[in-house]
C-alpha cells in the first residue's frame, strides 16, 4: 500500500527523515535509508534544509524508491522559480515520486551561502495550487499538460506558533490549496496539542504530529529559546535534568514514545513524523517503546 | 526618499587615483536628509580630496539630482569649473550619478554613496524599507503593510514557520510582517477578508528592467 492508501486506510501512521548529505559520499545516508525500511510508512527527503547545500531532495527521493522506501520529496520555495518547481515537479513525477511536501524553506541567512538570492518567486499555499492543477493536467499558466501528475500533496503546520492566529489562518488556506495532510513542527505537549487539533479537526485533511527527539536538558533550553514554533515544557526539562546526563537521551525517546503511544491510544491525531536528525539508527527502538513494532 | 549610505573614502580613491580635477554634485533631495549628498557632506568631500593632493575645481548641490533637464540647465552656470575637470564625483544616488554620465560624455563620473533602498525616515536619519517598486500595489489587500518588502521573503498569503513570538527568523530585530498585517487587519475588523482571500503568484513581469514611463499625454496634432 502507498502512504496515502495506508493514510486514508485509518492506520496511524509514522514517517521518518533522511537528510541527503553534503557530498556524494551516500554510505551513511544507505545506512539509515536501510535501517528504516519496512519500519516506517514514509520517509522526508529533507530540501537543502536550513538552507545549507547538499544533494538535491528529488534525486534522494528516487534513491529512496530504489532501496525501497516510499519518499515525502521535500520541496521549498527558496531556490527555485515557479518554472524550475514545475519542471521539477513533473520531474519528480516521471520518476515515481507520489508524495510532495509543499513548503516555504528557511531563509538563506540562515544557511552556509549567506550571499545566495533567495527566490521565493511562490510560496507554500501557491506550490500546492501549482502542485493542483499540475494533477489536474494544467501547468500555473493554464496551459496544457501532455500527461498530467498525481502527487499526494501535503503542507506543514506549527500548531505552538506564537501568535496562534496568523498560522491558523495559513493552515486554512493551504487546506483550500489542496493539501491532504500536514506534518507538524516537533511538539511536546500534548494537551496544547490536543487543542490545535480540535480546529484541525474541522477539516477534511489527516494531521501527523512531529517530533524530535530530546537529548538533554540542555537541548530542551536550546530548542525553547533559539528554534520557532516549538515550546518544551519545564515539566519534560526536569524529567531530563532527573534522568542525569548519562540517561538523559534514553529518558528522552521514553518521552517520545510515551507521547506517540498517547496520540495512537487516544486517537488525537492520524500519525506522527518522527526527526531523528542523526540518529536514525534509534527510530526503530522509539516505535517499539511506543508499541508501533 | 531613496537611502544612500558613503562608500568606504579609500576605495573611492583608489578608484579615481589616475585624475586630477575634480567636480562634486550633490543633491538637495535624498542624499541631503540621508547625510550622504548635502553641502556639509561636498565641503568634507573637498577637503579631503585636497588633503589627498587633488584638486577641487567647483562643487554644486542640484535640486533633483535625477532630474535629468534640470540638473543640466543648473550646471549650466558651472560651465568653466566642468571643463576643468577630468572626473566628476556624485554625491548622491545611482540615479543622480547616471544623470552626470548622461550630460558629461566625456568625462569619469563616480559614485560617493551606494544606493541602498526606497525608504521613509522615521527618526533622524534613521530609515526604514517599506516599498520594493515592485510594480503591481498589494497594499489594498494587506492591510496597507507591503510584505513584499517587510517579509525577508515576500510571503503573500500569511507567516512562515520562522516566526517566533511575533519576530522574524532572520532577526529578533525585525517584527513579523504577517503578523503586523493581522493585528492590523484585526483593528481594522476585516479578518475575514484575510482568512478568505488567497492572493495569487505575484506577476513579476510588471517590475521587468529597464523600466520606462512615459506619463504625460502627447499632445494632438
Given at each position: 500500500?502507498?502512504?496515502?492508501?495506508?493514510?486514508?486506510?485509518?492506520?496511524?501512521?509514522?514517517?521518518?527523515?533522511?537528510?541527503?548529505?553534503?557530498?556524494?559520499?551516500?554510505?551513511?545516508?544507505?545506512?539509515?535509508?536501510?535501517?528504516?525500511?519496512?519500519?516506517?510508512?514514509?520517509?522526508?527527503?529533507?530540501?537543502?534544509?536550513?538552507?545549507?547545500?547538499?544533494?538535491?531532495?528529488?534525486?534522494?527521493?528516487?534513491?529512496?524508491?530504489?532501496?525501497?522506501?516510499?519518499?515525502?520529496?521535500?520541496?521549498?520555495?527558496?531556490?527555485?522559480?515557479?518554472?524550475?518547481?514545475?519542471?521539477?515537479?513533473?520531474?519528480?513525477?516521471?520518476?515515481?515520486?507520489?508524495?510532495?511536501?509543499?513548503?516555504?524553506?528557511?531563509?538563506?541567512?540562515?544557511?552556509?551561502?549567506?550571499?545566495?538570492?533567495?527566490?521565493?518567486?511562490?510560496?507554500?499555499?501557491?506550490?500546492?495550487?501549482?502542485?493542483?492543477?499540475?494533477?489536474?493536467?494544467?501547468?500555473?499558466?493554464?496551459?496544457?499538460?501532455?500527461?498530467?501528475?498525481?502527487?499526494?500533496?501535503?503542507?506543514?503546520?506549527?500548531?505552538?506558533?506564537?501568535?496562534?492566529?496568523?498560522?491558523?489562518?495559513?493552515?486554512?488556506?493551504?487546506?483550500?490549496?489542496?493539501?491532504?495532510?500536514?506534518?507538524?513542527?516537533?511538539?511536546?505537549?500534548?494537551?496544547?496539542?490536543?487543542?490545535?487539533?480540535?480546529?484541525?479537526?474541522?477539516f477534511p485533511v489527516k494531521i501527523l504530529a512531529g517530533f524530535v527527539v530530546l537529548k538533554s536538558a540542555g537541548m530542551a533550553n536550546f530548542l525553547n529559546n533559539n528554534v520557532p514554533g516549538i515550546r518544551v515544557p519545564q515539566v519534560l526539562i526536569d524529567e531530563l535534568k532527573a534522568a542525569g546526563k548519562e540517561k538523559a537521551l534514553d529518558t528522552g525517546m521514553n518521552i517520545t514514545a510515551r507521547h506517540i503511544k498517547q496520540l495512537k491510544d487516544e486517537k488525537i491525531c492520524d500519525g506522527v513524523h518522527i526527526m531523528a536528525i542523526g540518529m536514525e539508527d534509534k527510530v526503530p527502538l522509539i516505535m517499539e517503546r511506543a508499541g508501533l513494532l | 526618499?531613496?537611502?544612500?549610505?558613503?562608500?568606504?573614502?579609500?576605495?573611492?580613491?583608489?578608484?579615481?587615483?589616475?585624475?586630477?580635477?575634480?567636480?562634486?554634485?550633490?543633491?538637495?533631495?535624498?542624499?541631503?536628509?540621508?547625510?550622504?549628498?548635502?553641502?556639509?557632506?561636498?565641503?568634507?568631500?573637498?577637503?579631503?580630496?585636497?588633503?589627498?593632493?587633488?584638486?577641487?575645481?567647483?562643487?554644486?548641490?542640484?535640486?533633483?539630482?535625477?532630474?535629468?533637464?534640470?540638473?543640466?540647465?543648473?550646471?549650466?552656470?558651472?560651465?568653466?569649473?566642468?571643463?576643468?575637470?577630468?572626473?566628476?564625483?556624485?554625491?548622491?544616488?545611482?540615479?543622480?550619478?547616471?544623470?552626470?554620465?548622461?550630460?558629461?560624455?566625456?568625462?569619469?563620473?563616480?559614485?560617493?554613496?551606494?544606493?541602498?533602498?526606497?525608504?521613509?525616515?522615521?527618526?533622524?536619519?534613521?530609515?526604514?524599507?517599506?516599498?520594493?517598486?515592485?510594480?503591481?500595489?498589494?497594499?489594498?489587500?494587506?492591510?496597507?503593510?507591503?510584505?513584499?518588502?517587510?517579509?525577508?521573503?515576500?510571503?503573500?498569503?500569511?507567516?512562515?514557520?520562522?516566526?517566533?513570538?511575533?519576530?522574524?527568523?532572520?532577526?529578533?530585530?525585525?517584527?513579523?510582517?504577517?503578523?503586523?498585517?493581522?493585528?492590523?487587519?484585526?483593528?481594522?475588523?476585516?479578518?475575514?477578508?484575510?482568512?478568505?482571500?488567497?492572493?495569487?503568484?505575484?506577476?513579476?513581469?510588471?517590475?521587468?528592467?529597464?523600466?520606462?514611463?512615459?506619463?504625460?499625454?502627447?499632445?494632438?496634432?
Amino acid at each position: 500500500m502507498s502512504f496515502k492508501e495506508i493514510l486514508n486506510s485509518g492506520k496511524f501512521v509514522v514517517t521518518a527523515e533522511v537528510g541527503p548529505p553534503k557530498g556524494t559520499d551516500i554510505k551513511e545516508m544507505l545506512h539509515h535509508m536501510e535501517i528504516l525500511k519496512g519500519k516506517v510508512d514514509a520517509v522526508n527527503v529533507t530540501d537543502n534544509q536550513s538552507a545549507v547545500m547538499r544533494i538535491c531532495s528529488m534525486a534522494v527521493s528516487k534513491t529512496a524508491i530504489d532501496k525501497g522506501l516510499e519518499p515525502i520529496f521535500q520541496m521549498t520555495c527558496r531556490d527555485r522559480n515557479r518554472i524550475g518547481l514545475q519542471s521539477d515537479l513533473l520531474g519528480a513525477s516521471i520518476l515515481g515520486i507520489k508524495n510532495v511536501l509543499c513548503m516555504t524553506g528557511d531563509h538563506v541567512s540562515a544557511g552556509d551561502h549567506k550571499g545566495a538570492k533567495p527566490v521565493y518567486d511562490v510560496e507554500s499555499v501557491q506550490l500546492l495550487k501549482i502542485v493542483d492543477g499540475l494533477n489536474n493536467g494544467k501547468d500555473m499558466s493554464g496551459n496544457e499538460l501532455k500527461g498530467s501528475t498525481g502527487f499526494f500533496q501535503g503542507a506543514v503546520v506549527t500548531p505552538e506558533a506564537n501568535p496562534i492566529e496568523p498560522q491558523l489562518i495559513k493552515f486554512e488556506k493551504k487546506v483550500r490549496a489542496g493539501a491532504k495532510f500536514f506534518q507538524t513542527q516537533a511538539i511536546y505537549d500534548i494537551e496544547k496539542f490536543k487543542e490545535f487539533m480540535k480546529h484541525a479537526r474541522k477539516f477534511p485533511v489527516k494531521i501527523l504530529a512531529g517530533f524530535v527527539v530530546l537529548k538533554s536538558a540542555g537541548m530542551a533550553n536550546f530548542l525553547n529559546n533559539n528554534v520557532p514554533g516549538i515550546r518544551v515544557p519545564q515539566v519534560l526539562i526536569d524529567e531530563l535534568k532527573a534522568a542525569g546526563k548519562e540517561k538523559a537521551l534514553d529518558t528522552g525517546m521514553n518521552i517520545t514514545a510515551r507521547h506517540i503511544k498517547q496520540l495512537k491510544d487516544e486517537k488525537i491525531c492520524d500519525g506522527v513524523h518522527i526527526m531523528a536528525i542523526g540518529m536514525e539508527d534509534k527510530v526503530p527502538l522509539i516505535m517499539e517503546r511506543a508499541g508501533l513494532l | 526618499m531613496i537611502i544612500t549610505k558613503k562608500r568606504d573614502f579609500k576605495e573611492l580613491m583608489e578608484n579615481v587615483k589616475n585624475y586630477r580635477n575634480f567636480f562634486l554634485i550633490g543633491c538637495s533631495e535624498c542624499a541631503t536628509l540621508c547625510g550622504t549628498g548635502g553641502e556639509p557632506e561636498l565641503k568634507a568631500m573637498k577637503e579631503a580630496l585636497e588633503a589627498e593632493g587633488k584638486s577641487v575645481t567647483g562643487t554644486f548641490v542640484a535640486k533633483t539630482g535625477c532630474q535629468v533637464l534640470g540638473t543640466k540647465v543648473e550646471l549650466k552656470p558651472f560651465k568653466e569649473a566642468l571643463d576643468k575637470t577630468d572626473c566628476i564625483i556624485v554625491m548622491s544616488c545611482g540615479a543622480g550619478t547616471q544623470t552626470a554620465v548622461d550630460l558629461y560624455e566625456d568625462k569619469a563620473v563616480f559614485a560617493s554613496n551606494d544606493s541602498l533602498f526606497l525608504g521613509n525616515m522615521t527618526r533622524l536619519q534613521f530609515f526604514d524599507e517599506r516599498c520594493s517598486l515592485c510594480g503591481k500595489c498589494i497594499l489594498d489587500k494587506t492591510g496597507g503593510i507591503c510584505p513584499i518588502t517587510a517579509c525577508p521573503k515576500g510571503l503573500l498569503n500569511g507567516p512562515c514557520g520562522g516566526c517566533k513570538d511575533g519576530h522574524c527568523e532572520i532577526s529578533p530585530d525585525i517584527k513579523c510582517a504577517w503578523v503586523r498585517i493581522y493585528e492590523r487587519m484585526k483593528k481594522l475588523d476585516k479578518l475575514q477578508e484575510l482568512c478568505e482571500v488567497t492572493l495569487e503568484a505575484k506577476d513579476w513581469s510588471a517590475s521587468q528592467k529597464p523600466r520606462t514611463l512615459v506619463a504625460r499625454e502627447e499632445k494632438k496634432k
